[in-house]
């Protein structure tokens, strides 16, 4: 079960059980029942239904918890036996790649190779996942210009010729690479979602600061305003559900990144990242 869930169950419990010692204590001293022995039979009272009301709610949540259990050893083991057929697939096509001269069966090939590397994407995903569920470190050195053409890259078939120029320091950093990938990914994606006039868009670095600069629709002070909120779009005719600045502004409170929007109607949206806190500095 998640430690989010236990602590949520666990004070459940607790208020469970005070309450019906609460309820308890409250009667007997209402009703001056047991003469000058009553404190201690108020303390009696109070001490059983703590203890009762404990056991009736640790019996009753008892097969929740099994249940959780359950599914995260099931979910953890497919996962892990997962790994081993994708690495066949993947190695046996590259051997069929190799050896094949046929147009029309590489381009088949290149589709399945495609549809591999999307499974093994969400492989990879479910896996962060857990890792963080199980809190675990999963902060890992790496360098900031290889991340970040990583992600252009990715981006490439959304972009429909907008130019992405990157121009960031081989710097090397230390944090949660797959979130901070998906930061810049989100950025780089709403950037591209409401370009106008296939302007192109800028990932640069300024000294300790990360900056995704667009000449796209840009927002009001108004939408500045909201543009946190889940589910929120300033352009609703886009695609999507609004909950990628949402991810970022979680992403950036936890690692402690200092996030600044500039933004103009009409003119472009500027996003200033603070990365001094994820610096692998020797």
Known sequence: MRSSDRIFFIRSIIAFSFAICLLVSFGIALWGYAGEAKS???FSIFMASLIGGYLIVSYTLSSLFKTNRFLDILLKDTLHELNIPLSVI?????MLQADEQDEKKLKRLGRIDLASKDLYALYKEVDYYIKKEIQ???????????LIVSVVEKQK???EGVAIIHTVLHVEIFADKHGFAKVISNLVHNALKYNKDHNAI???QEKENLIIKDQGLGMSEAELFLAFDRYYQADT????????LSLVKAYCDEFKI?????????????V???ISHLLNKK
Request: overall charge negative; glycine content about 8%; aromatic content about 10%.
């Open 272 to 274: 200033v990242l603070d």
């Open 136 to 146: 675990e470190d999963v902060r890992e050195k790496f360098y900031l210009d290889e």
């Open 202 to 204: 800028r990932i640069f």
């Open 157 to 159: 078939e959304m972009a």
């Open 90 to 94: 993947n190695a046996n096509l590259q």
């Open 40 to 42: 201690w039979v108020v």
């Open 237 to 244: 005719t886009k695609e999507g559900y609004g909950i990628g």
């Open 258 to 270: 200092t996030m600044r929007i500039n933004s103009q109607k009409n003119v472009g949206t500027e």
